[in-house]
Protein backbone atom coordinates (compact mmCIF):
# COMPACT_ATOMS: atom_id res chain seq x y z
CA UNK A 1 0.00 0.00 0.00
CA UNK A 2 1.13 3.86 -0.68
CA UNK A 3 -0.80 5.10 2.11
CA UNK A 4 0.45 7.94 3.95
CA UNK A 5 0.24 7.91 7.48
CA UNK A 6 0.10 11.31 9.82
CA UNK A 7 1.68 11.63 12.68
CA UNK A 8 0.71 12.25 15.47
CA UNK A 9 -2.61 10.98 15.49
CA UNK A 10 -4.21 13.69 17.98
CA UNK A 11 -2.26 17.39 18.89
CA UNK A 12 -3.23 19.93 21.12
CA UNK A 13 -1.58 23.50 21.57
CA UNK A 14 -2.60 26.81 22.96
CA UNK A 15 -3.23 29.43 20.17
CA UNK A 16 0.35 31.18 19.20
CA UNK A 17 1.83 27.75 19.45
CA UNK A 18 3.45 26.25 16.16
CA UNK A 19 1.81 22.80 15.07
CA UNK A 20 3.98 20.52 13.70
CA UNK A 21 2.22 17.31 11.53
CA UNK A 22 3.96 14.49 9.82
CA UNK A 23 3.61 12.34 6.96
CA UNK A 24 5.32 8.94 5.86
CA UNK A 25 4.36 6.98 2.82
CA UNK A 26 5.97 4.16 0.91
CA UNK A 27 6.05 4.11 -2.22
CA UNK A 28 7.88 6.95 -5.03
CA UNK A 29 5.42 9.46 -5.58
CA UNK A 30 5.18 12.51 -8.12
CA UNK A 31 3.81 15.36 -5.49
CA UNK A 32 2.00 15.07 -2.20
CA UNK A 33 -0.76 17.25 -0.83
CA UNK A 34 -1.89 18.18 2.44
CA UNK A 35 -5.72 18.80 3.19
CA UNK A 36 -7.50 20.21 5.65
CA UNK A 37 -10.96 18.66 6.92
CA UNK A 38 -13.39 20.54 9.11
CA UNK A 39 -15.96 18.73 11.52
CA UNK A 40 -16.08 16.12 8.88
CA UNK A 41 -16.92 17.99 5.52
CA UNK A 42 -15.34 18.84 2.68
CA UNK A 43 -11.58 18.61 2.40
CA UNK A 44 -9.78 21.85 1.56
CA UNK A 45 -6.62 21.96 -0.49
CA UNK A 46 -3.56 23.61 1.56
CA UNK A 47 -0.12 23.47 -0.14
CA UNK A 48 1.09 20.82 -3.18
CA UNK A 49 4.87 20.07 -3.12
CA UNK A 50 6.37 18.26 -6.19
CA UNK A 51 8.64 15.17 -6.14
CA UNK A 52 11.51 17.81 -6.89
CA UNK A 53 10.97 20.47 -4.30
CA UNK A 54 12.30 20.12 -0.56
CA UNK A 55 10.18 23.43 0.58
CA UNK A 56 7.04 25.01 0.09
CA UNK A 57 5.86 27.99 1.99
CA UNK A 58 1.71 29.79 2.09
CA UNK A 59 1.34 32.13 4.49
CA UNK A 60 1.66 30.17 7.95
CA UNK A 61 2.14 27.40 6.16
CA UNK A 62 5.62 26.01 5.44
CA UNK A 63 6.09 22.27 4.28
CA UNK A 64 8.62 20.29 4.13
CA UNK A 65 9.46 16.89 1.32
CA UNK A 66 12.20 14.45 2.10
CA UNK A 67 12.06 11.91 -0.78
CA UNK A 68 14.94 9.60 0.53
CA UNK A 69 13.29 9.01 4.17
CA UNK A 70 10.04 8.97 1.98
CA UNK A 71 8.28 11.76 4.27
CA UNK A 72 6.86 14.89 5.16
CA UNK A 73 6.48 17.83 7.47
CA UNK A 74 3.80 20.35 7.74
CA UNK A 75 4.18 23.29 10.44
CA UNK A 76 1.71 26.12 11.08
CA UNK A 77 3.09 28.69 12.95
CA UNK A 78 1.37 31.33 15.29
CA UNK A 79 -2.02 28.78 15.26
CA UNK A 80 -5.21 30.12 15.66
CA UNK A 81 -8.35 28.46 17.27
CA UNK A 82 -9.86 28.09 13.98
CA UNK A 83 -6.76 26.03 12.94
CA UNK A 84 -8.74 23.28 14.93
CA UNK A 85 -9.55 20.86 12.10
CA UNK A 86 -8.06 17.35 11.03
CA UNK A 87 -4.97 17.23 8.51
CA UNK A 88 -4.39 15.00 5.96
CA UNK A 89 -1.57 13.97 3.34
CA UNK A 90 -2.14 12.58 0.08
CA UNK A 91 0.30 11.11 -2.34
CA UNK A 92 -0.04 10.84 -6.22
CA UNK A 93 1.54 8.21 -7.97
CA UNK A 94 -0.91 7.75 -10.95
CA UNK A 95 -2.65 10.81 -12.67
CA UNK A 96 -4.20 12.20 -9.31
CA UNK A 97 -5.34 8.72 -7.78
CA UNK A 98 -4.91 9.73 -4.43
CA UNK A 99 -3.75 7.66 -1.38
CA UNK A 100 -4.97 9.48 2.22
CA UNK A 101 -2.96 8.46 5.67
CA UNK A 102 -5.85 8.83 8.32
CA UNK A 103 -4.98 11.93 9.17
CA UNK A 104 -3.68 14.37 12.17
CA UNK A 105 -6.40 15.44 14.69
CA UNK A 106 -5.49 19.57 15.34
CA UNK A 107 -7.33 21.26 18.13
CA UNK A 108 -5.82 24.70 19.18
CA UNK A 109 -7.08 26.06 22.29
CA UNK A 110 -7.65 29.71 23.21
CA UNK B 1 -16.60 29.96 -9.99
CA UNK B 2 -18.55 27.99 -8.58
CA UNK B 3 -16.26 25.31 -6.71
CA UNK B 4 -17.36 21.19 -6.85
CA UNK B 5 -21.05 20.58 -5.50
CA UNK B 6 -22.72 17.38 -4.19
CA UNK B 7 -25.88 16.65 -4.17
CA UNK B 8 -27.71 15.34 -1.83
CA UNK B 9 -25.70 16.67 1.44
CA UNK B 10 -27.40 13.85 3.39
CA UNK B 11 -29.16 10.49 2.60
CA UNK B 12 -30.75 7.45 4.33
CA UNK B 13 -31.30 4.18 2.94
CA UNK B 14 -31.68 0.52 4.14
CA UNK B 15 -29.53 -2.48 3.56
CA UNK B 16 -30.45 -3.99 0.35
CA UNK B 17 -31.53 -0.95 -1.64
CA UNK B 18 -29.13 1.40 -4.45
CA UNK B 19 -28.39 4.96 -4.20
CA UNK B 20 -27.01 7.44 -6.81
CA UNK B 21 -25.05 10.48 -5.59
CA UNK B 22 -24.17 13.39 -8.20
CA UNK B 23 -21.04 15.88 -8.34
CA UNK B 24 -20.68 18.60 -10.48
CA UNK B 25 -16.95 19.41 -11.02
CA UNK B 26 -15.40 22.97 -10.43
CA UNK B 27 -15.85 25.51 -13.79
CA UNK B 28 -12.88 24.01 -16.44
CA UNK B 29 -11.90 20.98 -14.70
CA UNK B 30 -12.99 17.83 -16.69
CA UNK B 31 -11.64 14.91 -14.10
CA UNK B 32 -13.62 13.85 -11.34
CA UNK B 33 -12.77 10.90 -8.60
CA UNK B 34 -14.70 10.03 -6.48
CA UNK B 35 -13.31 8.91 -2.52
CA UNK B 36 -15.11 7.00 0.46
CA UNK B 37 -14.09 8.63 4.11
CA UNK B 38 -15.73 6.71 7.04
CA UNK B 39 -15.80 7.94 10.12
CA UNK B 40 -12.37 8.89 11.69
CA UNK B 41 -10.42 7.32 8.22
CA UNK B 42 -8.65 9.39 5.25
CA UNK B 43 -10.73 9.16 2.47
CA UNK B 44 -10.16 6.31 0.05
CA UNK B 45 -10.26 6.46 -3.73
CA UNK B 46 -12.87 4.57 -5.22
CA UNK B 47 -12.77 5.43 -8.60
CA UNK B 48 -11.85 8.24 -11.49
CA UNK B 49 -13.38 9.44 -14.72
CA UNK B 50 -12.09 11.68 -17.77
CA UNK B 51 -13.79 12.31 -21.15
CA UNK B 52 -16.47 9.90 -20.07
CA UNK B 53 -14.72 6.77 -19.11
CA UNK B 54 -13.63 5.36 -16.07
CA UNK B 55 -9.74 5.44 -16.01
CA UNK B 56 -8.37 4.22 -12.60
CA UNK B 57 -10.49 2.38 -9.82
CA UNK B 58 -9.63 1.62 -6.18
CA UNK B 59 -9.67 -1.28 -4.38
CA UNK B 60 -13.87 -1.43 -4.07
CA UNK B 61 -16.29 -4.27 -5.71
CA UNK B 62 -18.58 -3.63 -8.86
CA UNK B 63 -21.38 -2.90 -6.65
CA UNK B 64 -19.96 0.34 -6.73
CA UNK B 65 -20.28 2.11 -10.37
CA UNK B 66 -19.81 5.75 -11.84
CA UNK B 67 -20.91 7.72 -14.87
CA UNK B 68 -19.45 11.20 -16.52
CA UNK B 69 -21.55 13.12 -18.28
CA UNK B 70 -20.67 15.39 -21.60
CA UNK B 71 -20.94 18.51 -19.09
CA UNK B 72 -17.98 16.79 -17.05
CA UNK B 73 -20.98 16.00 -14.45
CA UNK B 74 -20.60 12.70 -12.25
CA UNK B 75 -22.69 10.19 -10.77
CA UNK B 76 -21.91 7.60 -8.45
CA UNK B 77 -23.93 4.32 -7.81
CA UNK B 78 -24.11 1.88 -5.21
CA UNK B 79 -26.47 -1.13 -5.30
CA UNK B 80 -26.97 -3.91 -2.76
CA UNK B 81 -25.90 -1.50 -0.05
CA UNK B 82 -24.47 -2.94 3.00
CA UNK B 83 -24.62 -1.64 6.68
CA UNK B 84 -20.55 -1.13 6.04
CA UNK B 85 -21.16 1.24 3.08
CA UNK B 86 -22.36 4.51 5.47
CA UNK B 87 -19.75 7.11 5.11
CA UNK B 88 -19.37 10.65 3.65
CA UNK B 89 -18.61 10.47 0.05
CA UNK B 90 -16.06 12.77 -1.53
CA UNK B 91 -16.20 14.16 -5.28
CA UNK B 92 -13.12 15.81 -6.14
CA UNK B 93 -11.97 17.32 -9.54
CA UNK B 94 -9.38 18.69 -10.81
CA UNK B 95 -8.14 20.49 -14.30
CA UNK B 96 -6.64 17.96 -16.47
CA UNK B 97 -5.59 14.49 -15.80
CA UNK B 98 -1.90 15.07 -15.31
CA UNK B 99 0.58 14.87 -12.65
CA UNK B 100 0.39 17.36 -10.04
CA UNK B 101 -2.82 19.16 -10.41
CA UNK B 102 -4.46 19.89 -7.19
CA UNK B 103 -8.00 18.24 -6.39
CA UNK B 104 -10.74 20.75 -5.48
CA UNK B 105 -13.19 18.69 -3.00
CA UNK B 106 -16.78 19.07 -2.91
CA UNK B 107 -18.14 19.04 0.34
CA UNK B 108 -19.39 15.21 0.39
CA UNK B 109 -22.65 13.53 0.99
CA UNK B 110 -23.20 11.75 3.80
CA UNK B 111 -24.96 8.17 3.59
CA UNK B 112 -25.90 6.63 6.34
CA UNK B 113 -27.73 2.54 5.76
CA UNK B 114 -29.58 1.37 8.26
Known amino acids: SQQGEEDPQALSIQEGENATMNCSYK?????LQWYRQNSGRGLVHLIL?????REKHSGRLRVTLDTSKKSSSLLITASRAADTASYFC??????????FGSGTKLNVKP | DAGVTQSPTHLIKTRGQQVTLRCSPK?????VSWYQQALGQGPQFIFQ???????QRGNFPDRFSGHQFPNYSSELNVNALLLGDSALYLC?????????????FGPGTRLLVL
Open chain 2, 92 to 104: ASSPRRQFGETQY
Open chain 1, 27 to 31: TSINN
Open chain 1, 49 to 53: IRSNE
Open chain 1, 90 to 99: ATDASFNKFY
Open chain 2, 27 to 31: SGHDT
Open chain 2, 49 to 55: YYEEEER
